[in-house]
């Protein structure tokens, strides 16, 4: 027999020494539940996958930009002359890219809006098509220079991330959409799905608030975690899962679009969170996050006055001192933010008001406005006065 080795010897001695003071060599196995994770399938029917060409209008796709010092991003973004913006890019009626560079949706005419605003041109605007686990770090690294992306405003994002929210440009809130012959009661709770296979996308506030509900529900699942929306969509339509949860929004505008048979599916009345979606900008940067800020506003202040991108032209002659400080005939209130005194008169020229653009994307799938309607209406849709 070899002679064993010195470390070998040191190593079996200290093995017999925590084996005789009762230490386990090996730890006792546990056992634990383990969400599935599904990585991207193909997408779902009827979406088309962005290339890195269409991703930015069917151009060649830009380097990232180089730093930008904090408070410096609004005169980076007018040298540059265009904005680089965050979107998503499979979700038809918010963010969505088609095989020819075509990009539509509530959040991209934001964008346009922005750009319009800017520099007189809706079309000055470089879309950056991002993941949801993308979409955050894209913004703090100077990737983009705001992110209009569907994304909840929460307090660990504003705080944790360093991101700046506002203003809220859809009210939203989690539903779970079922099949028919599962659930066919819209009414039904959560009970009806106990041990239910729920397709969701992961790096959402969604996995969260699922896992939240149905813990406090007491009701048993299986979540099912995918990490792009649309691969999601397939595999529930082709019954790998029993239902999936998203944004009610989500659910009805994709629903429409990839689903075999919609009609064949039920999105259940229990609103599971809240989900206000808002552009964000980067921490840091005051002057930026205004400008994003007051473009938005002024969409919503242009609804209230019944100003559209049709009549505005007709407005500019008004005698009304707030319509004529909002379009900019009179009054400084561009120049505070270093703009022309007529940004707003511009976005609303080259893409309409609040309304407008909800009714270009979204009324198609039949989404009623409801708490997006203006407050006179009962919504919760208000802008800060332009004084």
């Given at each position: 027999?070899?002679?064993?080795?010195?470390?070998?010897?040191?190593?079996?001695?200290?093995?017999?020494?925590?084996?005789?003071?009762?230490?386990?060599?090996?730890?006792?196995?546990?056992?634990?539940?383990?969400?599935?994770?599904?990585?991207?399938?193909?997408?779902?029917?009827?979406?088309?996958?962005?290339?890195?060409?269409?991703?930015?209008?069917?151009?060649?796709?830009?380097?990232?930009?180089?730093?930008?010092?904090?408070?410096?991003?609004?005169?980076?973004?007018?040298?540059?002359?265009?904005?680089i913006c965050g979107v998503h890019g499979t979700f038809q009626g918010f963010g969505f890219v088609d095989s020819a560079g075509n990009w539509t949706g509530f959040d991209v005419d934001f964008c346009r809006a922005w750009a319009a605003a800017f520099f007189n041109d809706a079309n000055a605007v470089e879309f950056r098509s991002l993941s949801a686990q993308e979409r955050f770090t894209a913004l703090q690294s100077g990737e983009v220079d705001v992110l209009s992306r569907n994304s909840t405003w929460t307090y660990d994002r504003d705080a944790e991330l360093g991101?700046?929210?506002?203003?809220?440009?859809?009210?939203?809130?989690?539903?779970?959409?079922?099949?028919?012959?599962?659930?066919?009661?819209?009414?039904?709770?959560?009970?009806?799905?106990?041990?239910?296979?729920?397709?969701?996308?992961?790096?959402t506030t969604t996995e969260l608030n699922l896992a939240d509900q149905f813990r406090a529900a007491g009701i048993n699942y299986?979540?099912?975690?995918?990490?792009?929306?649309?691969?999601?969509?397939?595999?529930?339509?082709?019954?790998?899962?029993?239902?999936?949860?998203?944004?009610?929004?989500?659910?009805?505008?994709?629903?429409?679009?990839?689903?075999?048979?919609?009609?064949?599916?039920?999105?259940?009345?229990?609103?599971?969170?809240?989900?206000?979606?808002?552009?964000?900008?980067?921490?840091?940067?005051?002057?930026?996050?205004?400008?994003?800020?007051?473009?938005?506003?002024?969409?919503?202040?242009?609804?209230?006055?019944?100003?559209?991108s049709e009549n505005v032209d007709e407005f500019l002659t008004s005698e009304d001192p707030v319509v004529r400080r909002l379009l900019g005939v009179e009054g400084e209130l561009g120049s505070k933010l270093g703009l022309s005194n007529d940004f707003i008169y511009r976005a609303i020229k080259l893409v309409g008001n609040y309304g407008e653009v909800y009714d270009r994307n979204l009324a198609t799938f039949n989404l009623a406005r409801g708490q997006n309607e203006l407050w006179t209406n009962g919504g919760l849709m208000y802008a800060p006065p332009f004084r």
């Open positions: 027999m070899r002679k064993l080795s010195p470390l070998f010897s040191l190593v079996v001695f200290a093995s017999l020494v925590l084996a005789a003071c009762g230490t386990p060599v090996a730890a006792t196995p546990v056992t634990v539940e383990v969400t599935r994770i599904v990585t991207a399938a193909a997408p779902a029917t009827g979406a088309d996958t962005p290339t890195a060409a269409a991703a930015t209008g069917g151009e060649t796709p830009t380097a990232a930009p180089a730093p930008v010092a904090g408070g410096e991003r609004l005169q980076t973004v007018l040298d540059r002359g265009k904005v991101l700046t929210f506002g203003p809220v440009t859809f009210y939203d809130g989690q539903a779970i959409m079922v099949k028919k012959d599962i659930v066919s009661d819209p009414t039904a709770g959560l009970d009806a799905l106990e041990g239910a296979n729920v397709c969701v996308q992961s790096g299986t979540p099912v975690v995918f990490e792009d929306q649309n691969a999601a969509f397939q595999a529930y339509d082709e019954g790998r899962c029993d239902a999936i949860t998203s944004d009610r929004s989500q659910l009805a505008t994709q629903g429409q679009a990839v689903l075999k048979n919609f009609a064949d599916h039920v999105i259940l009345d229990l609103v599971m969170s809240k989900e206000p979606l808002a552009p964000a900008v980067a921490q840091g940067d005051d002057k930026w996050a205004d400008a994003i800020h007051w473009v938005v506003y002024g969409m919503i202040q242009a609804e209230e006055l019944g100003i559209t």
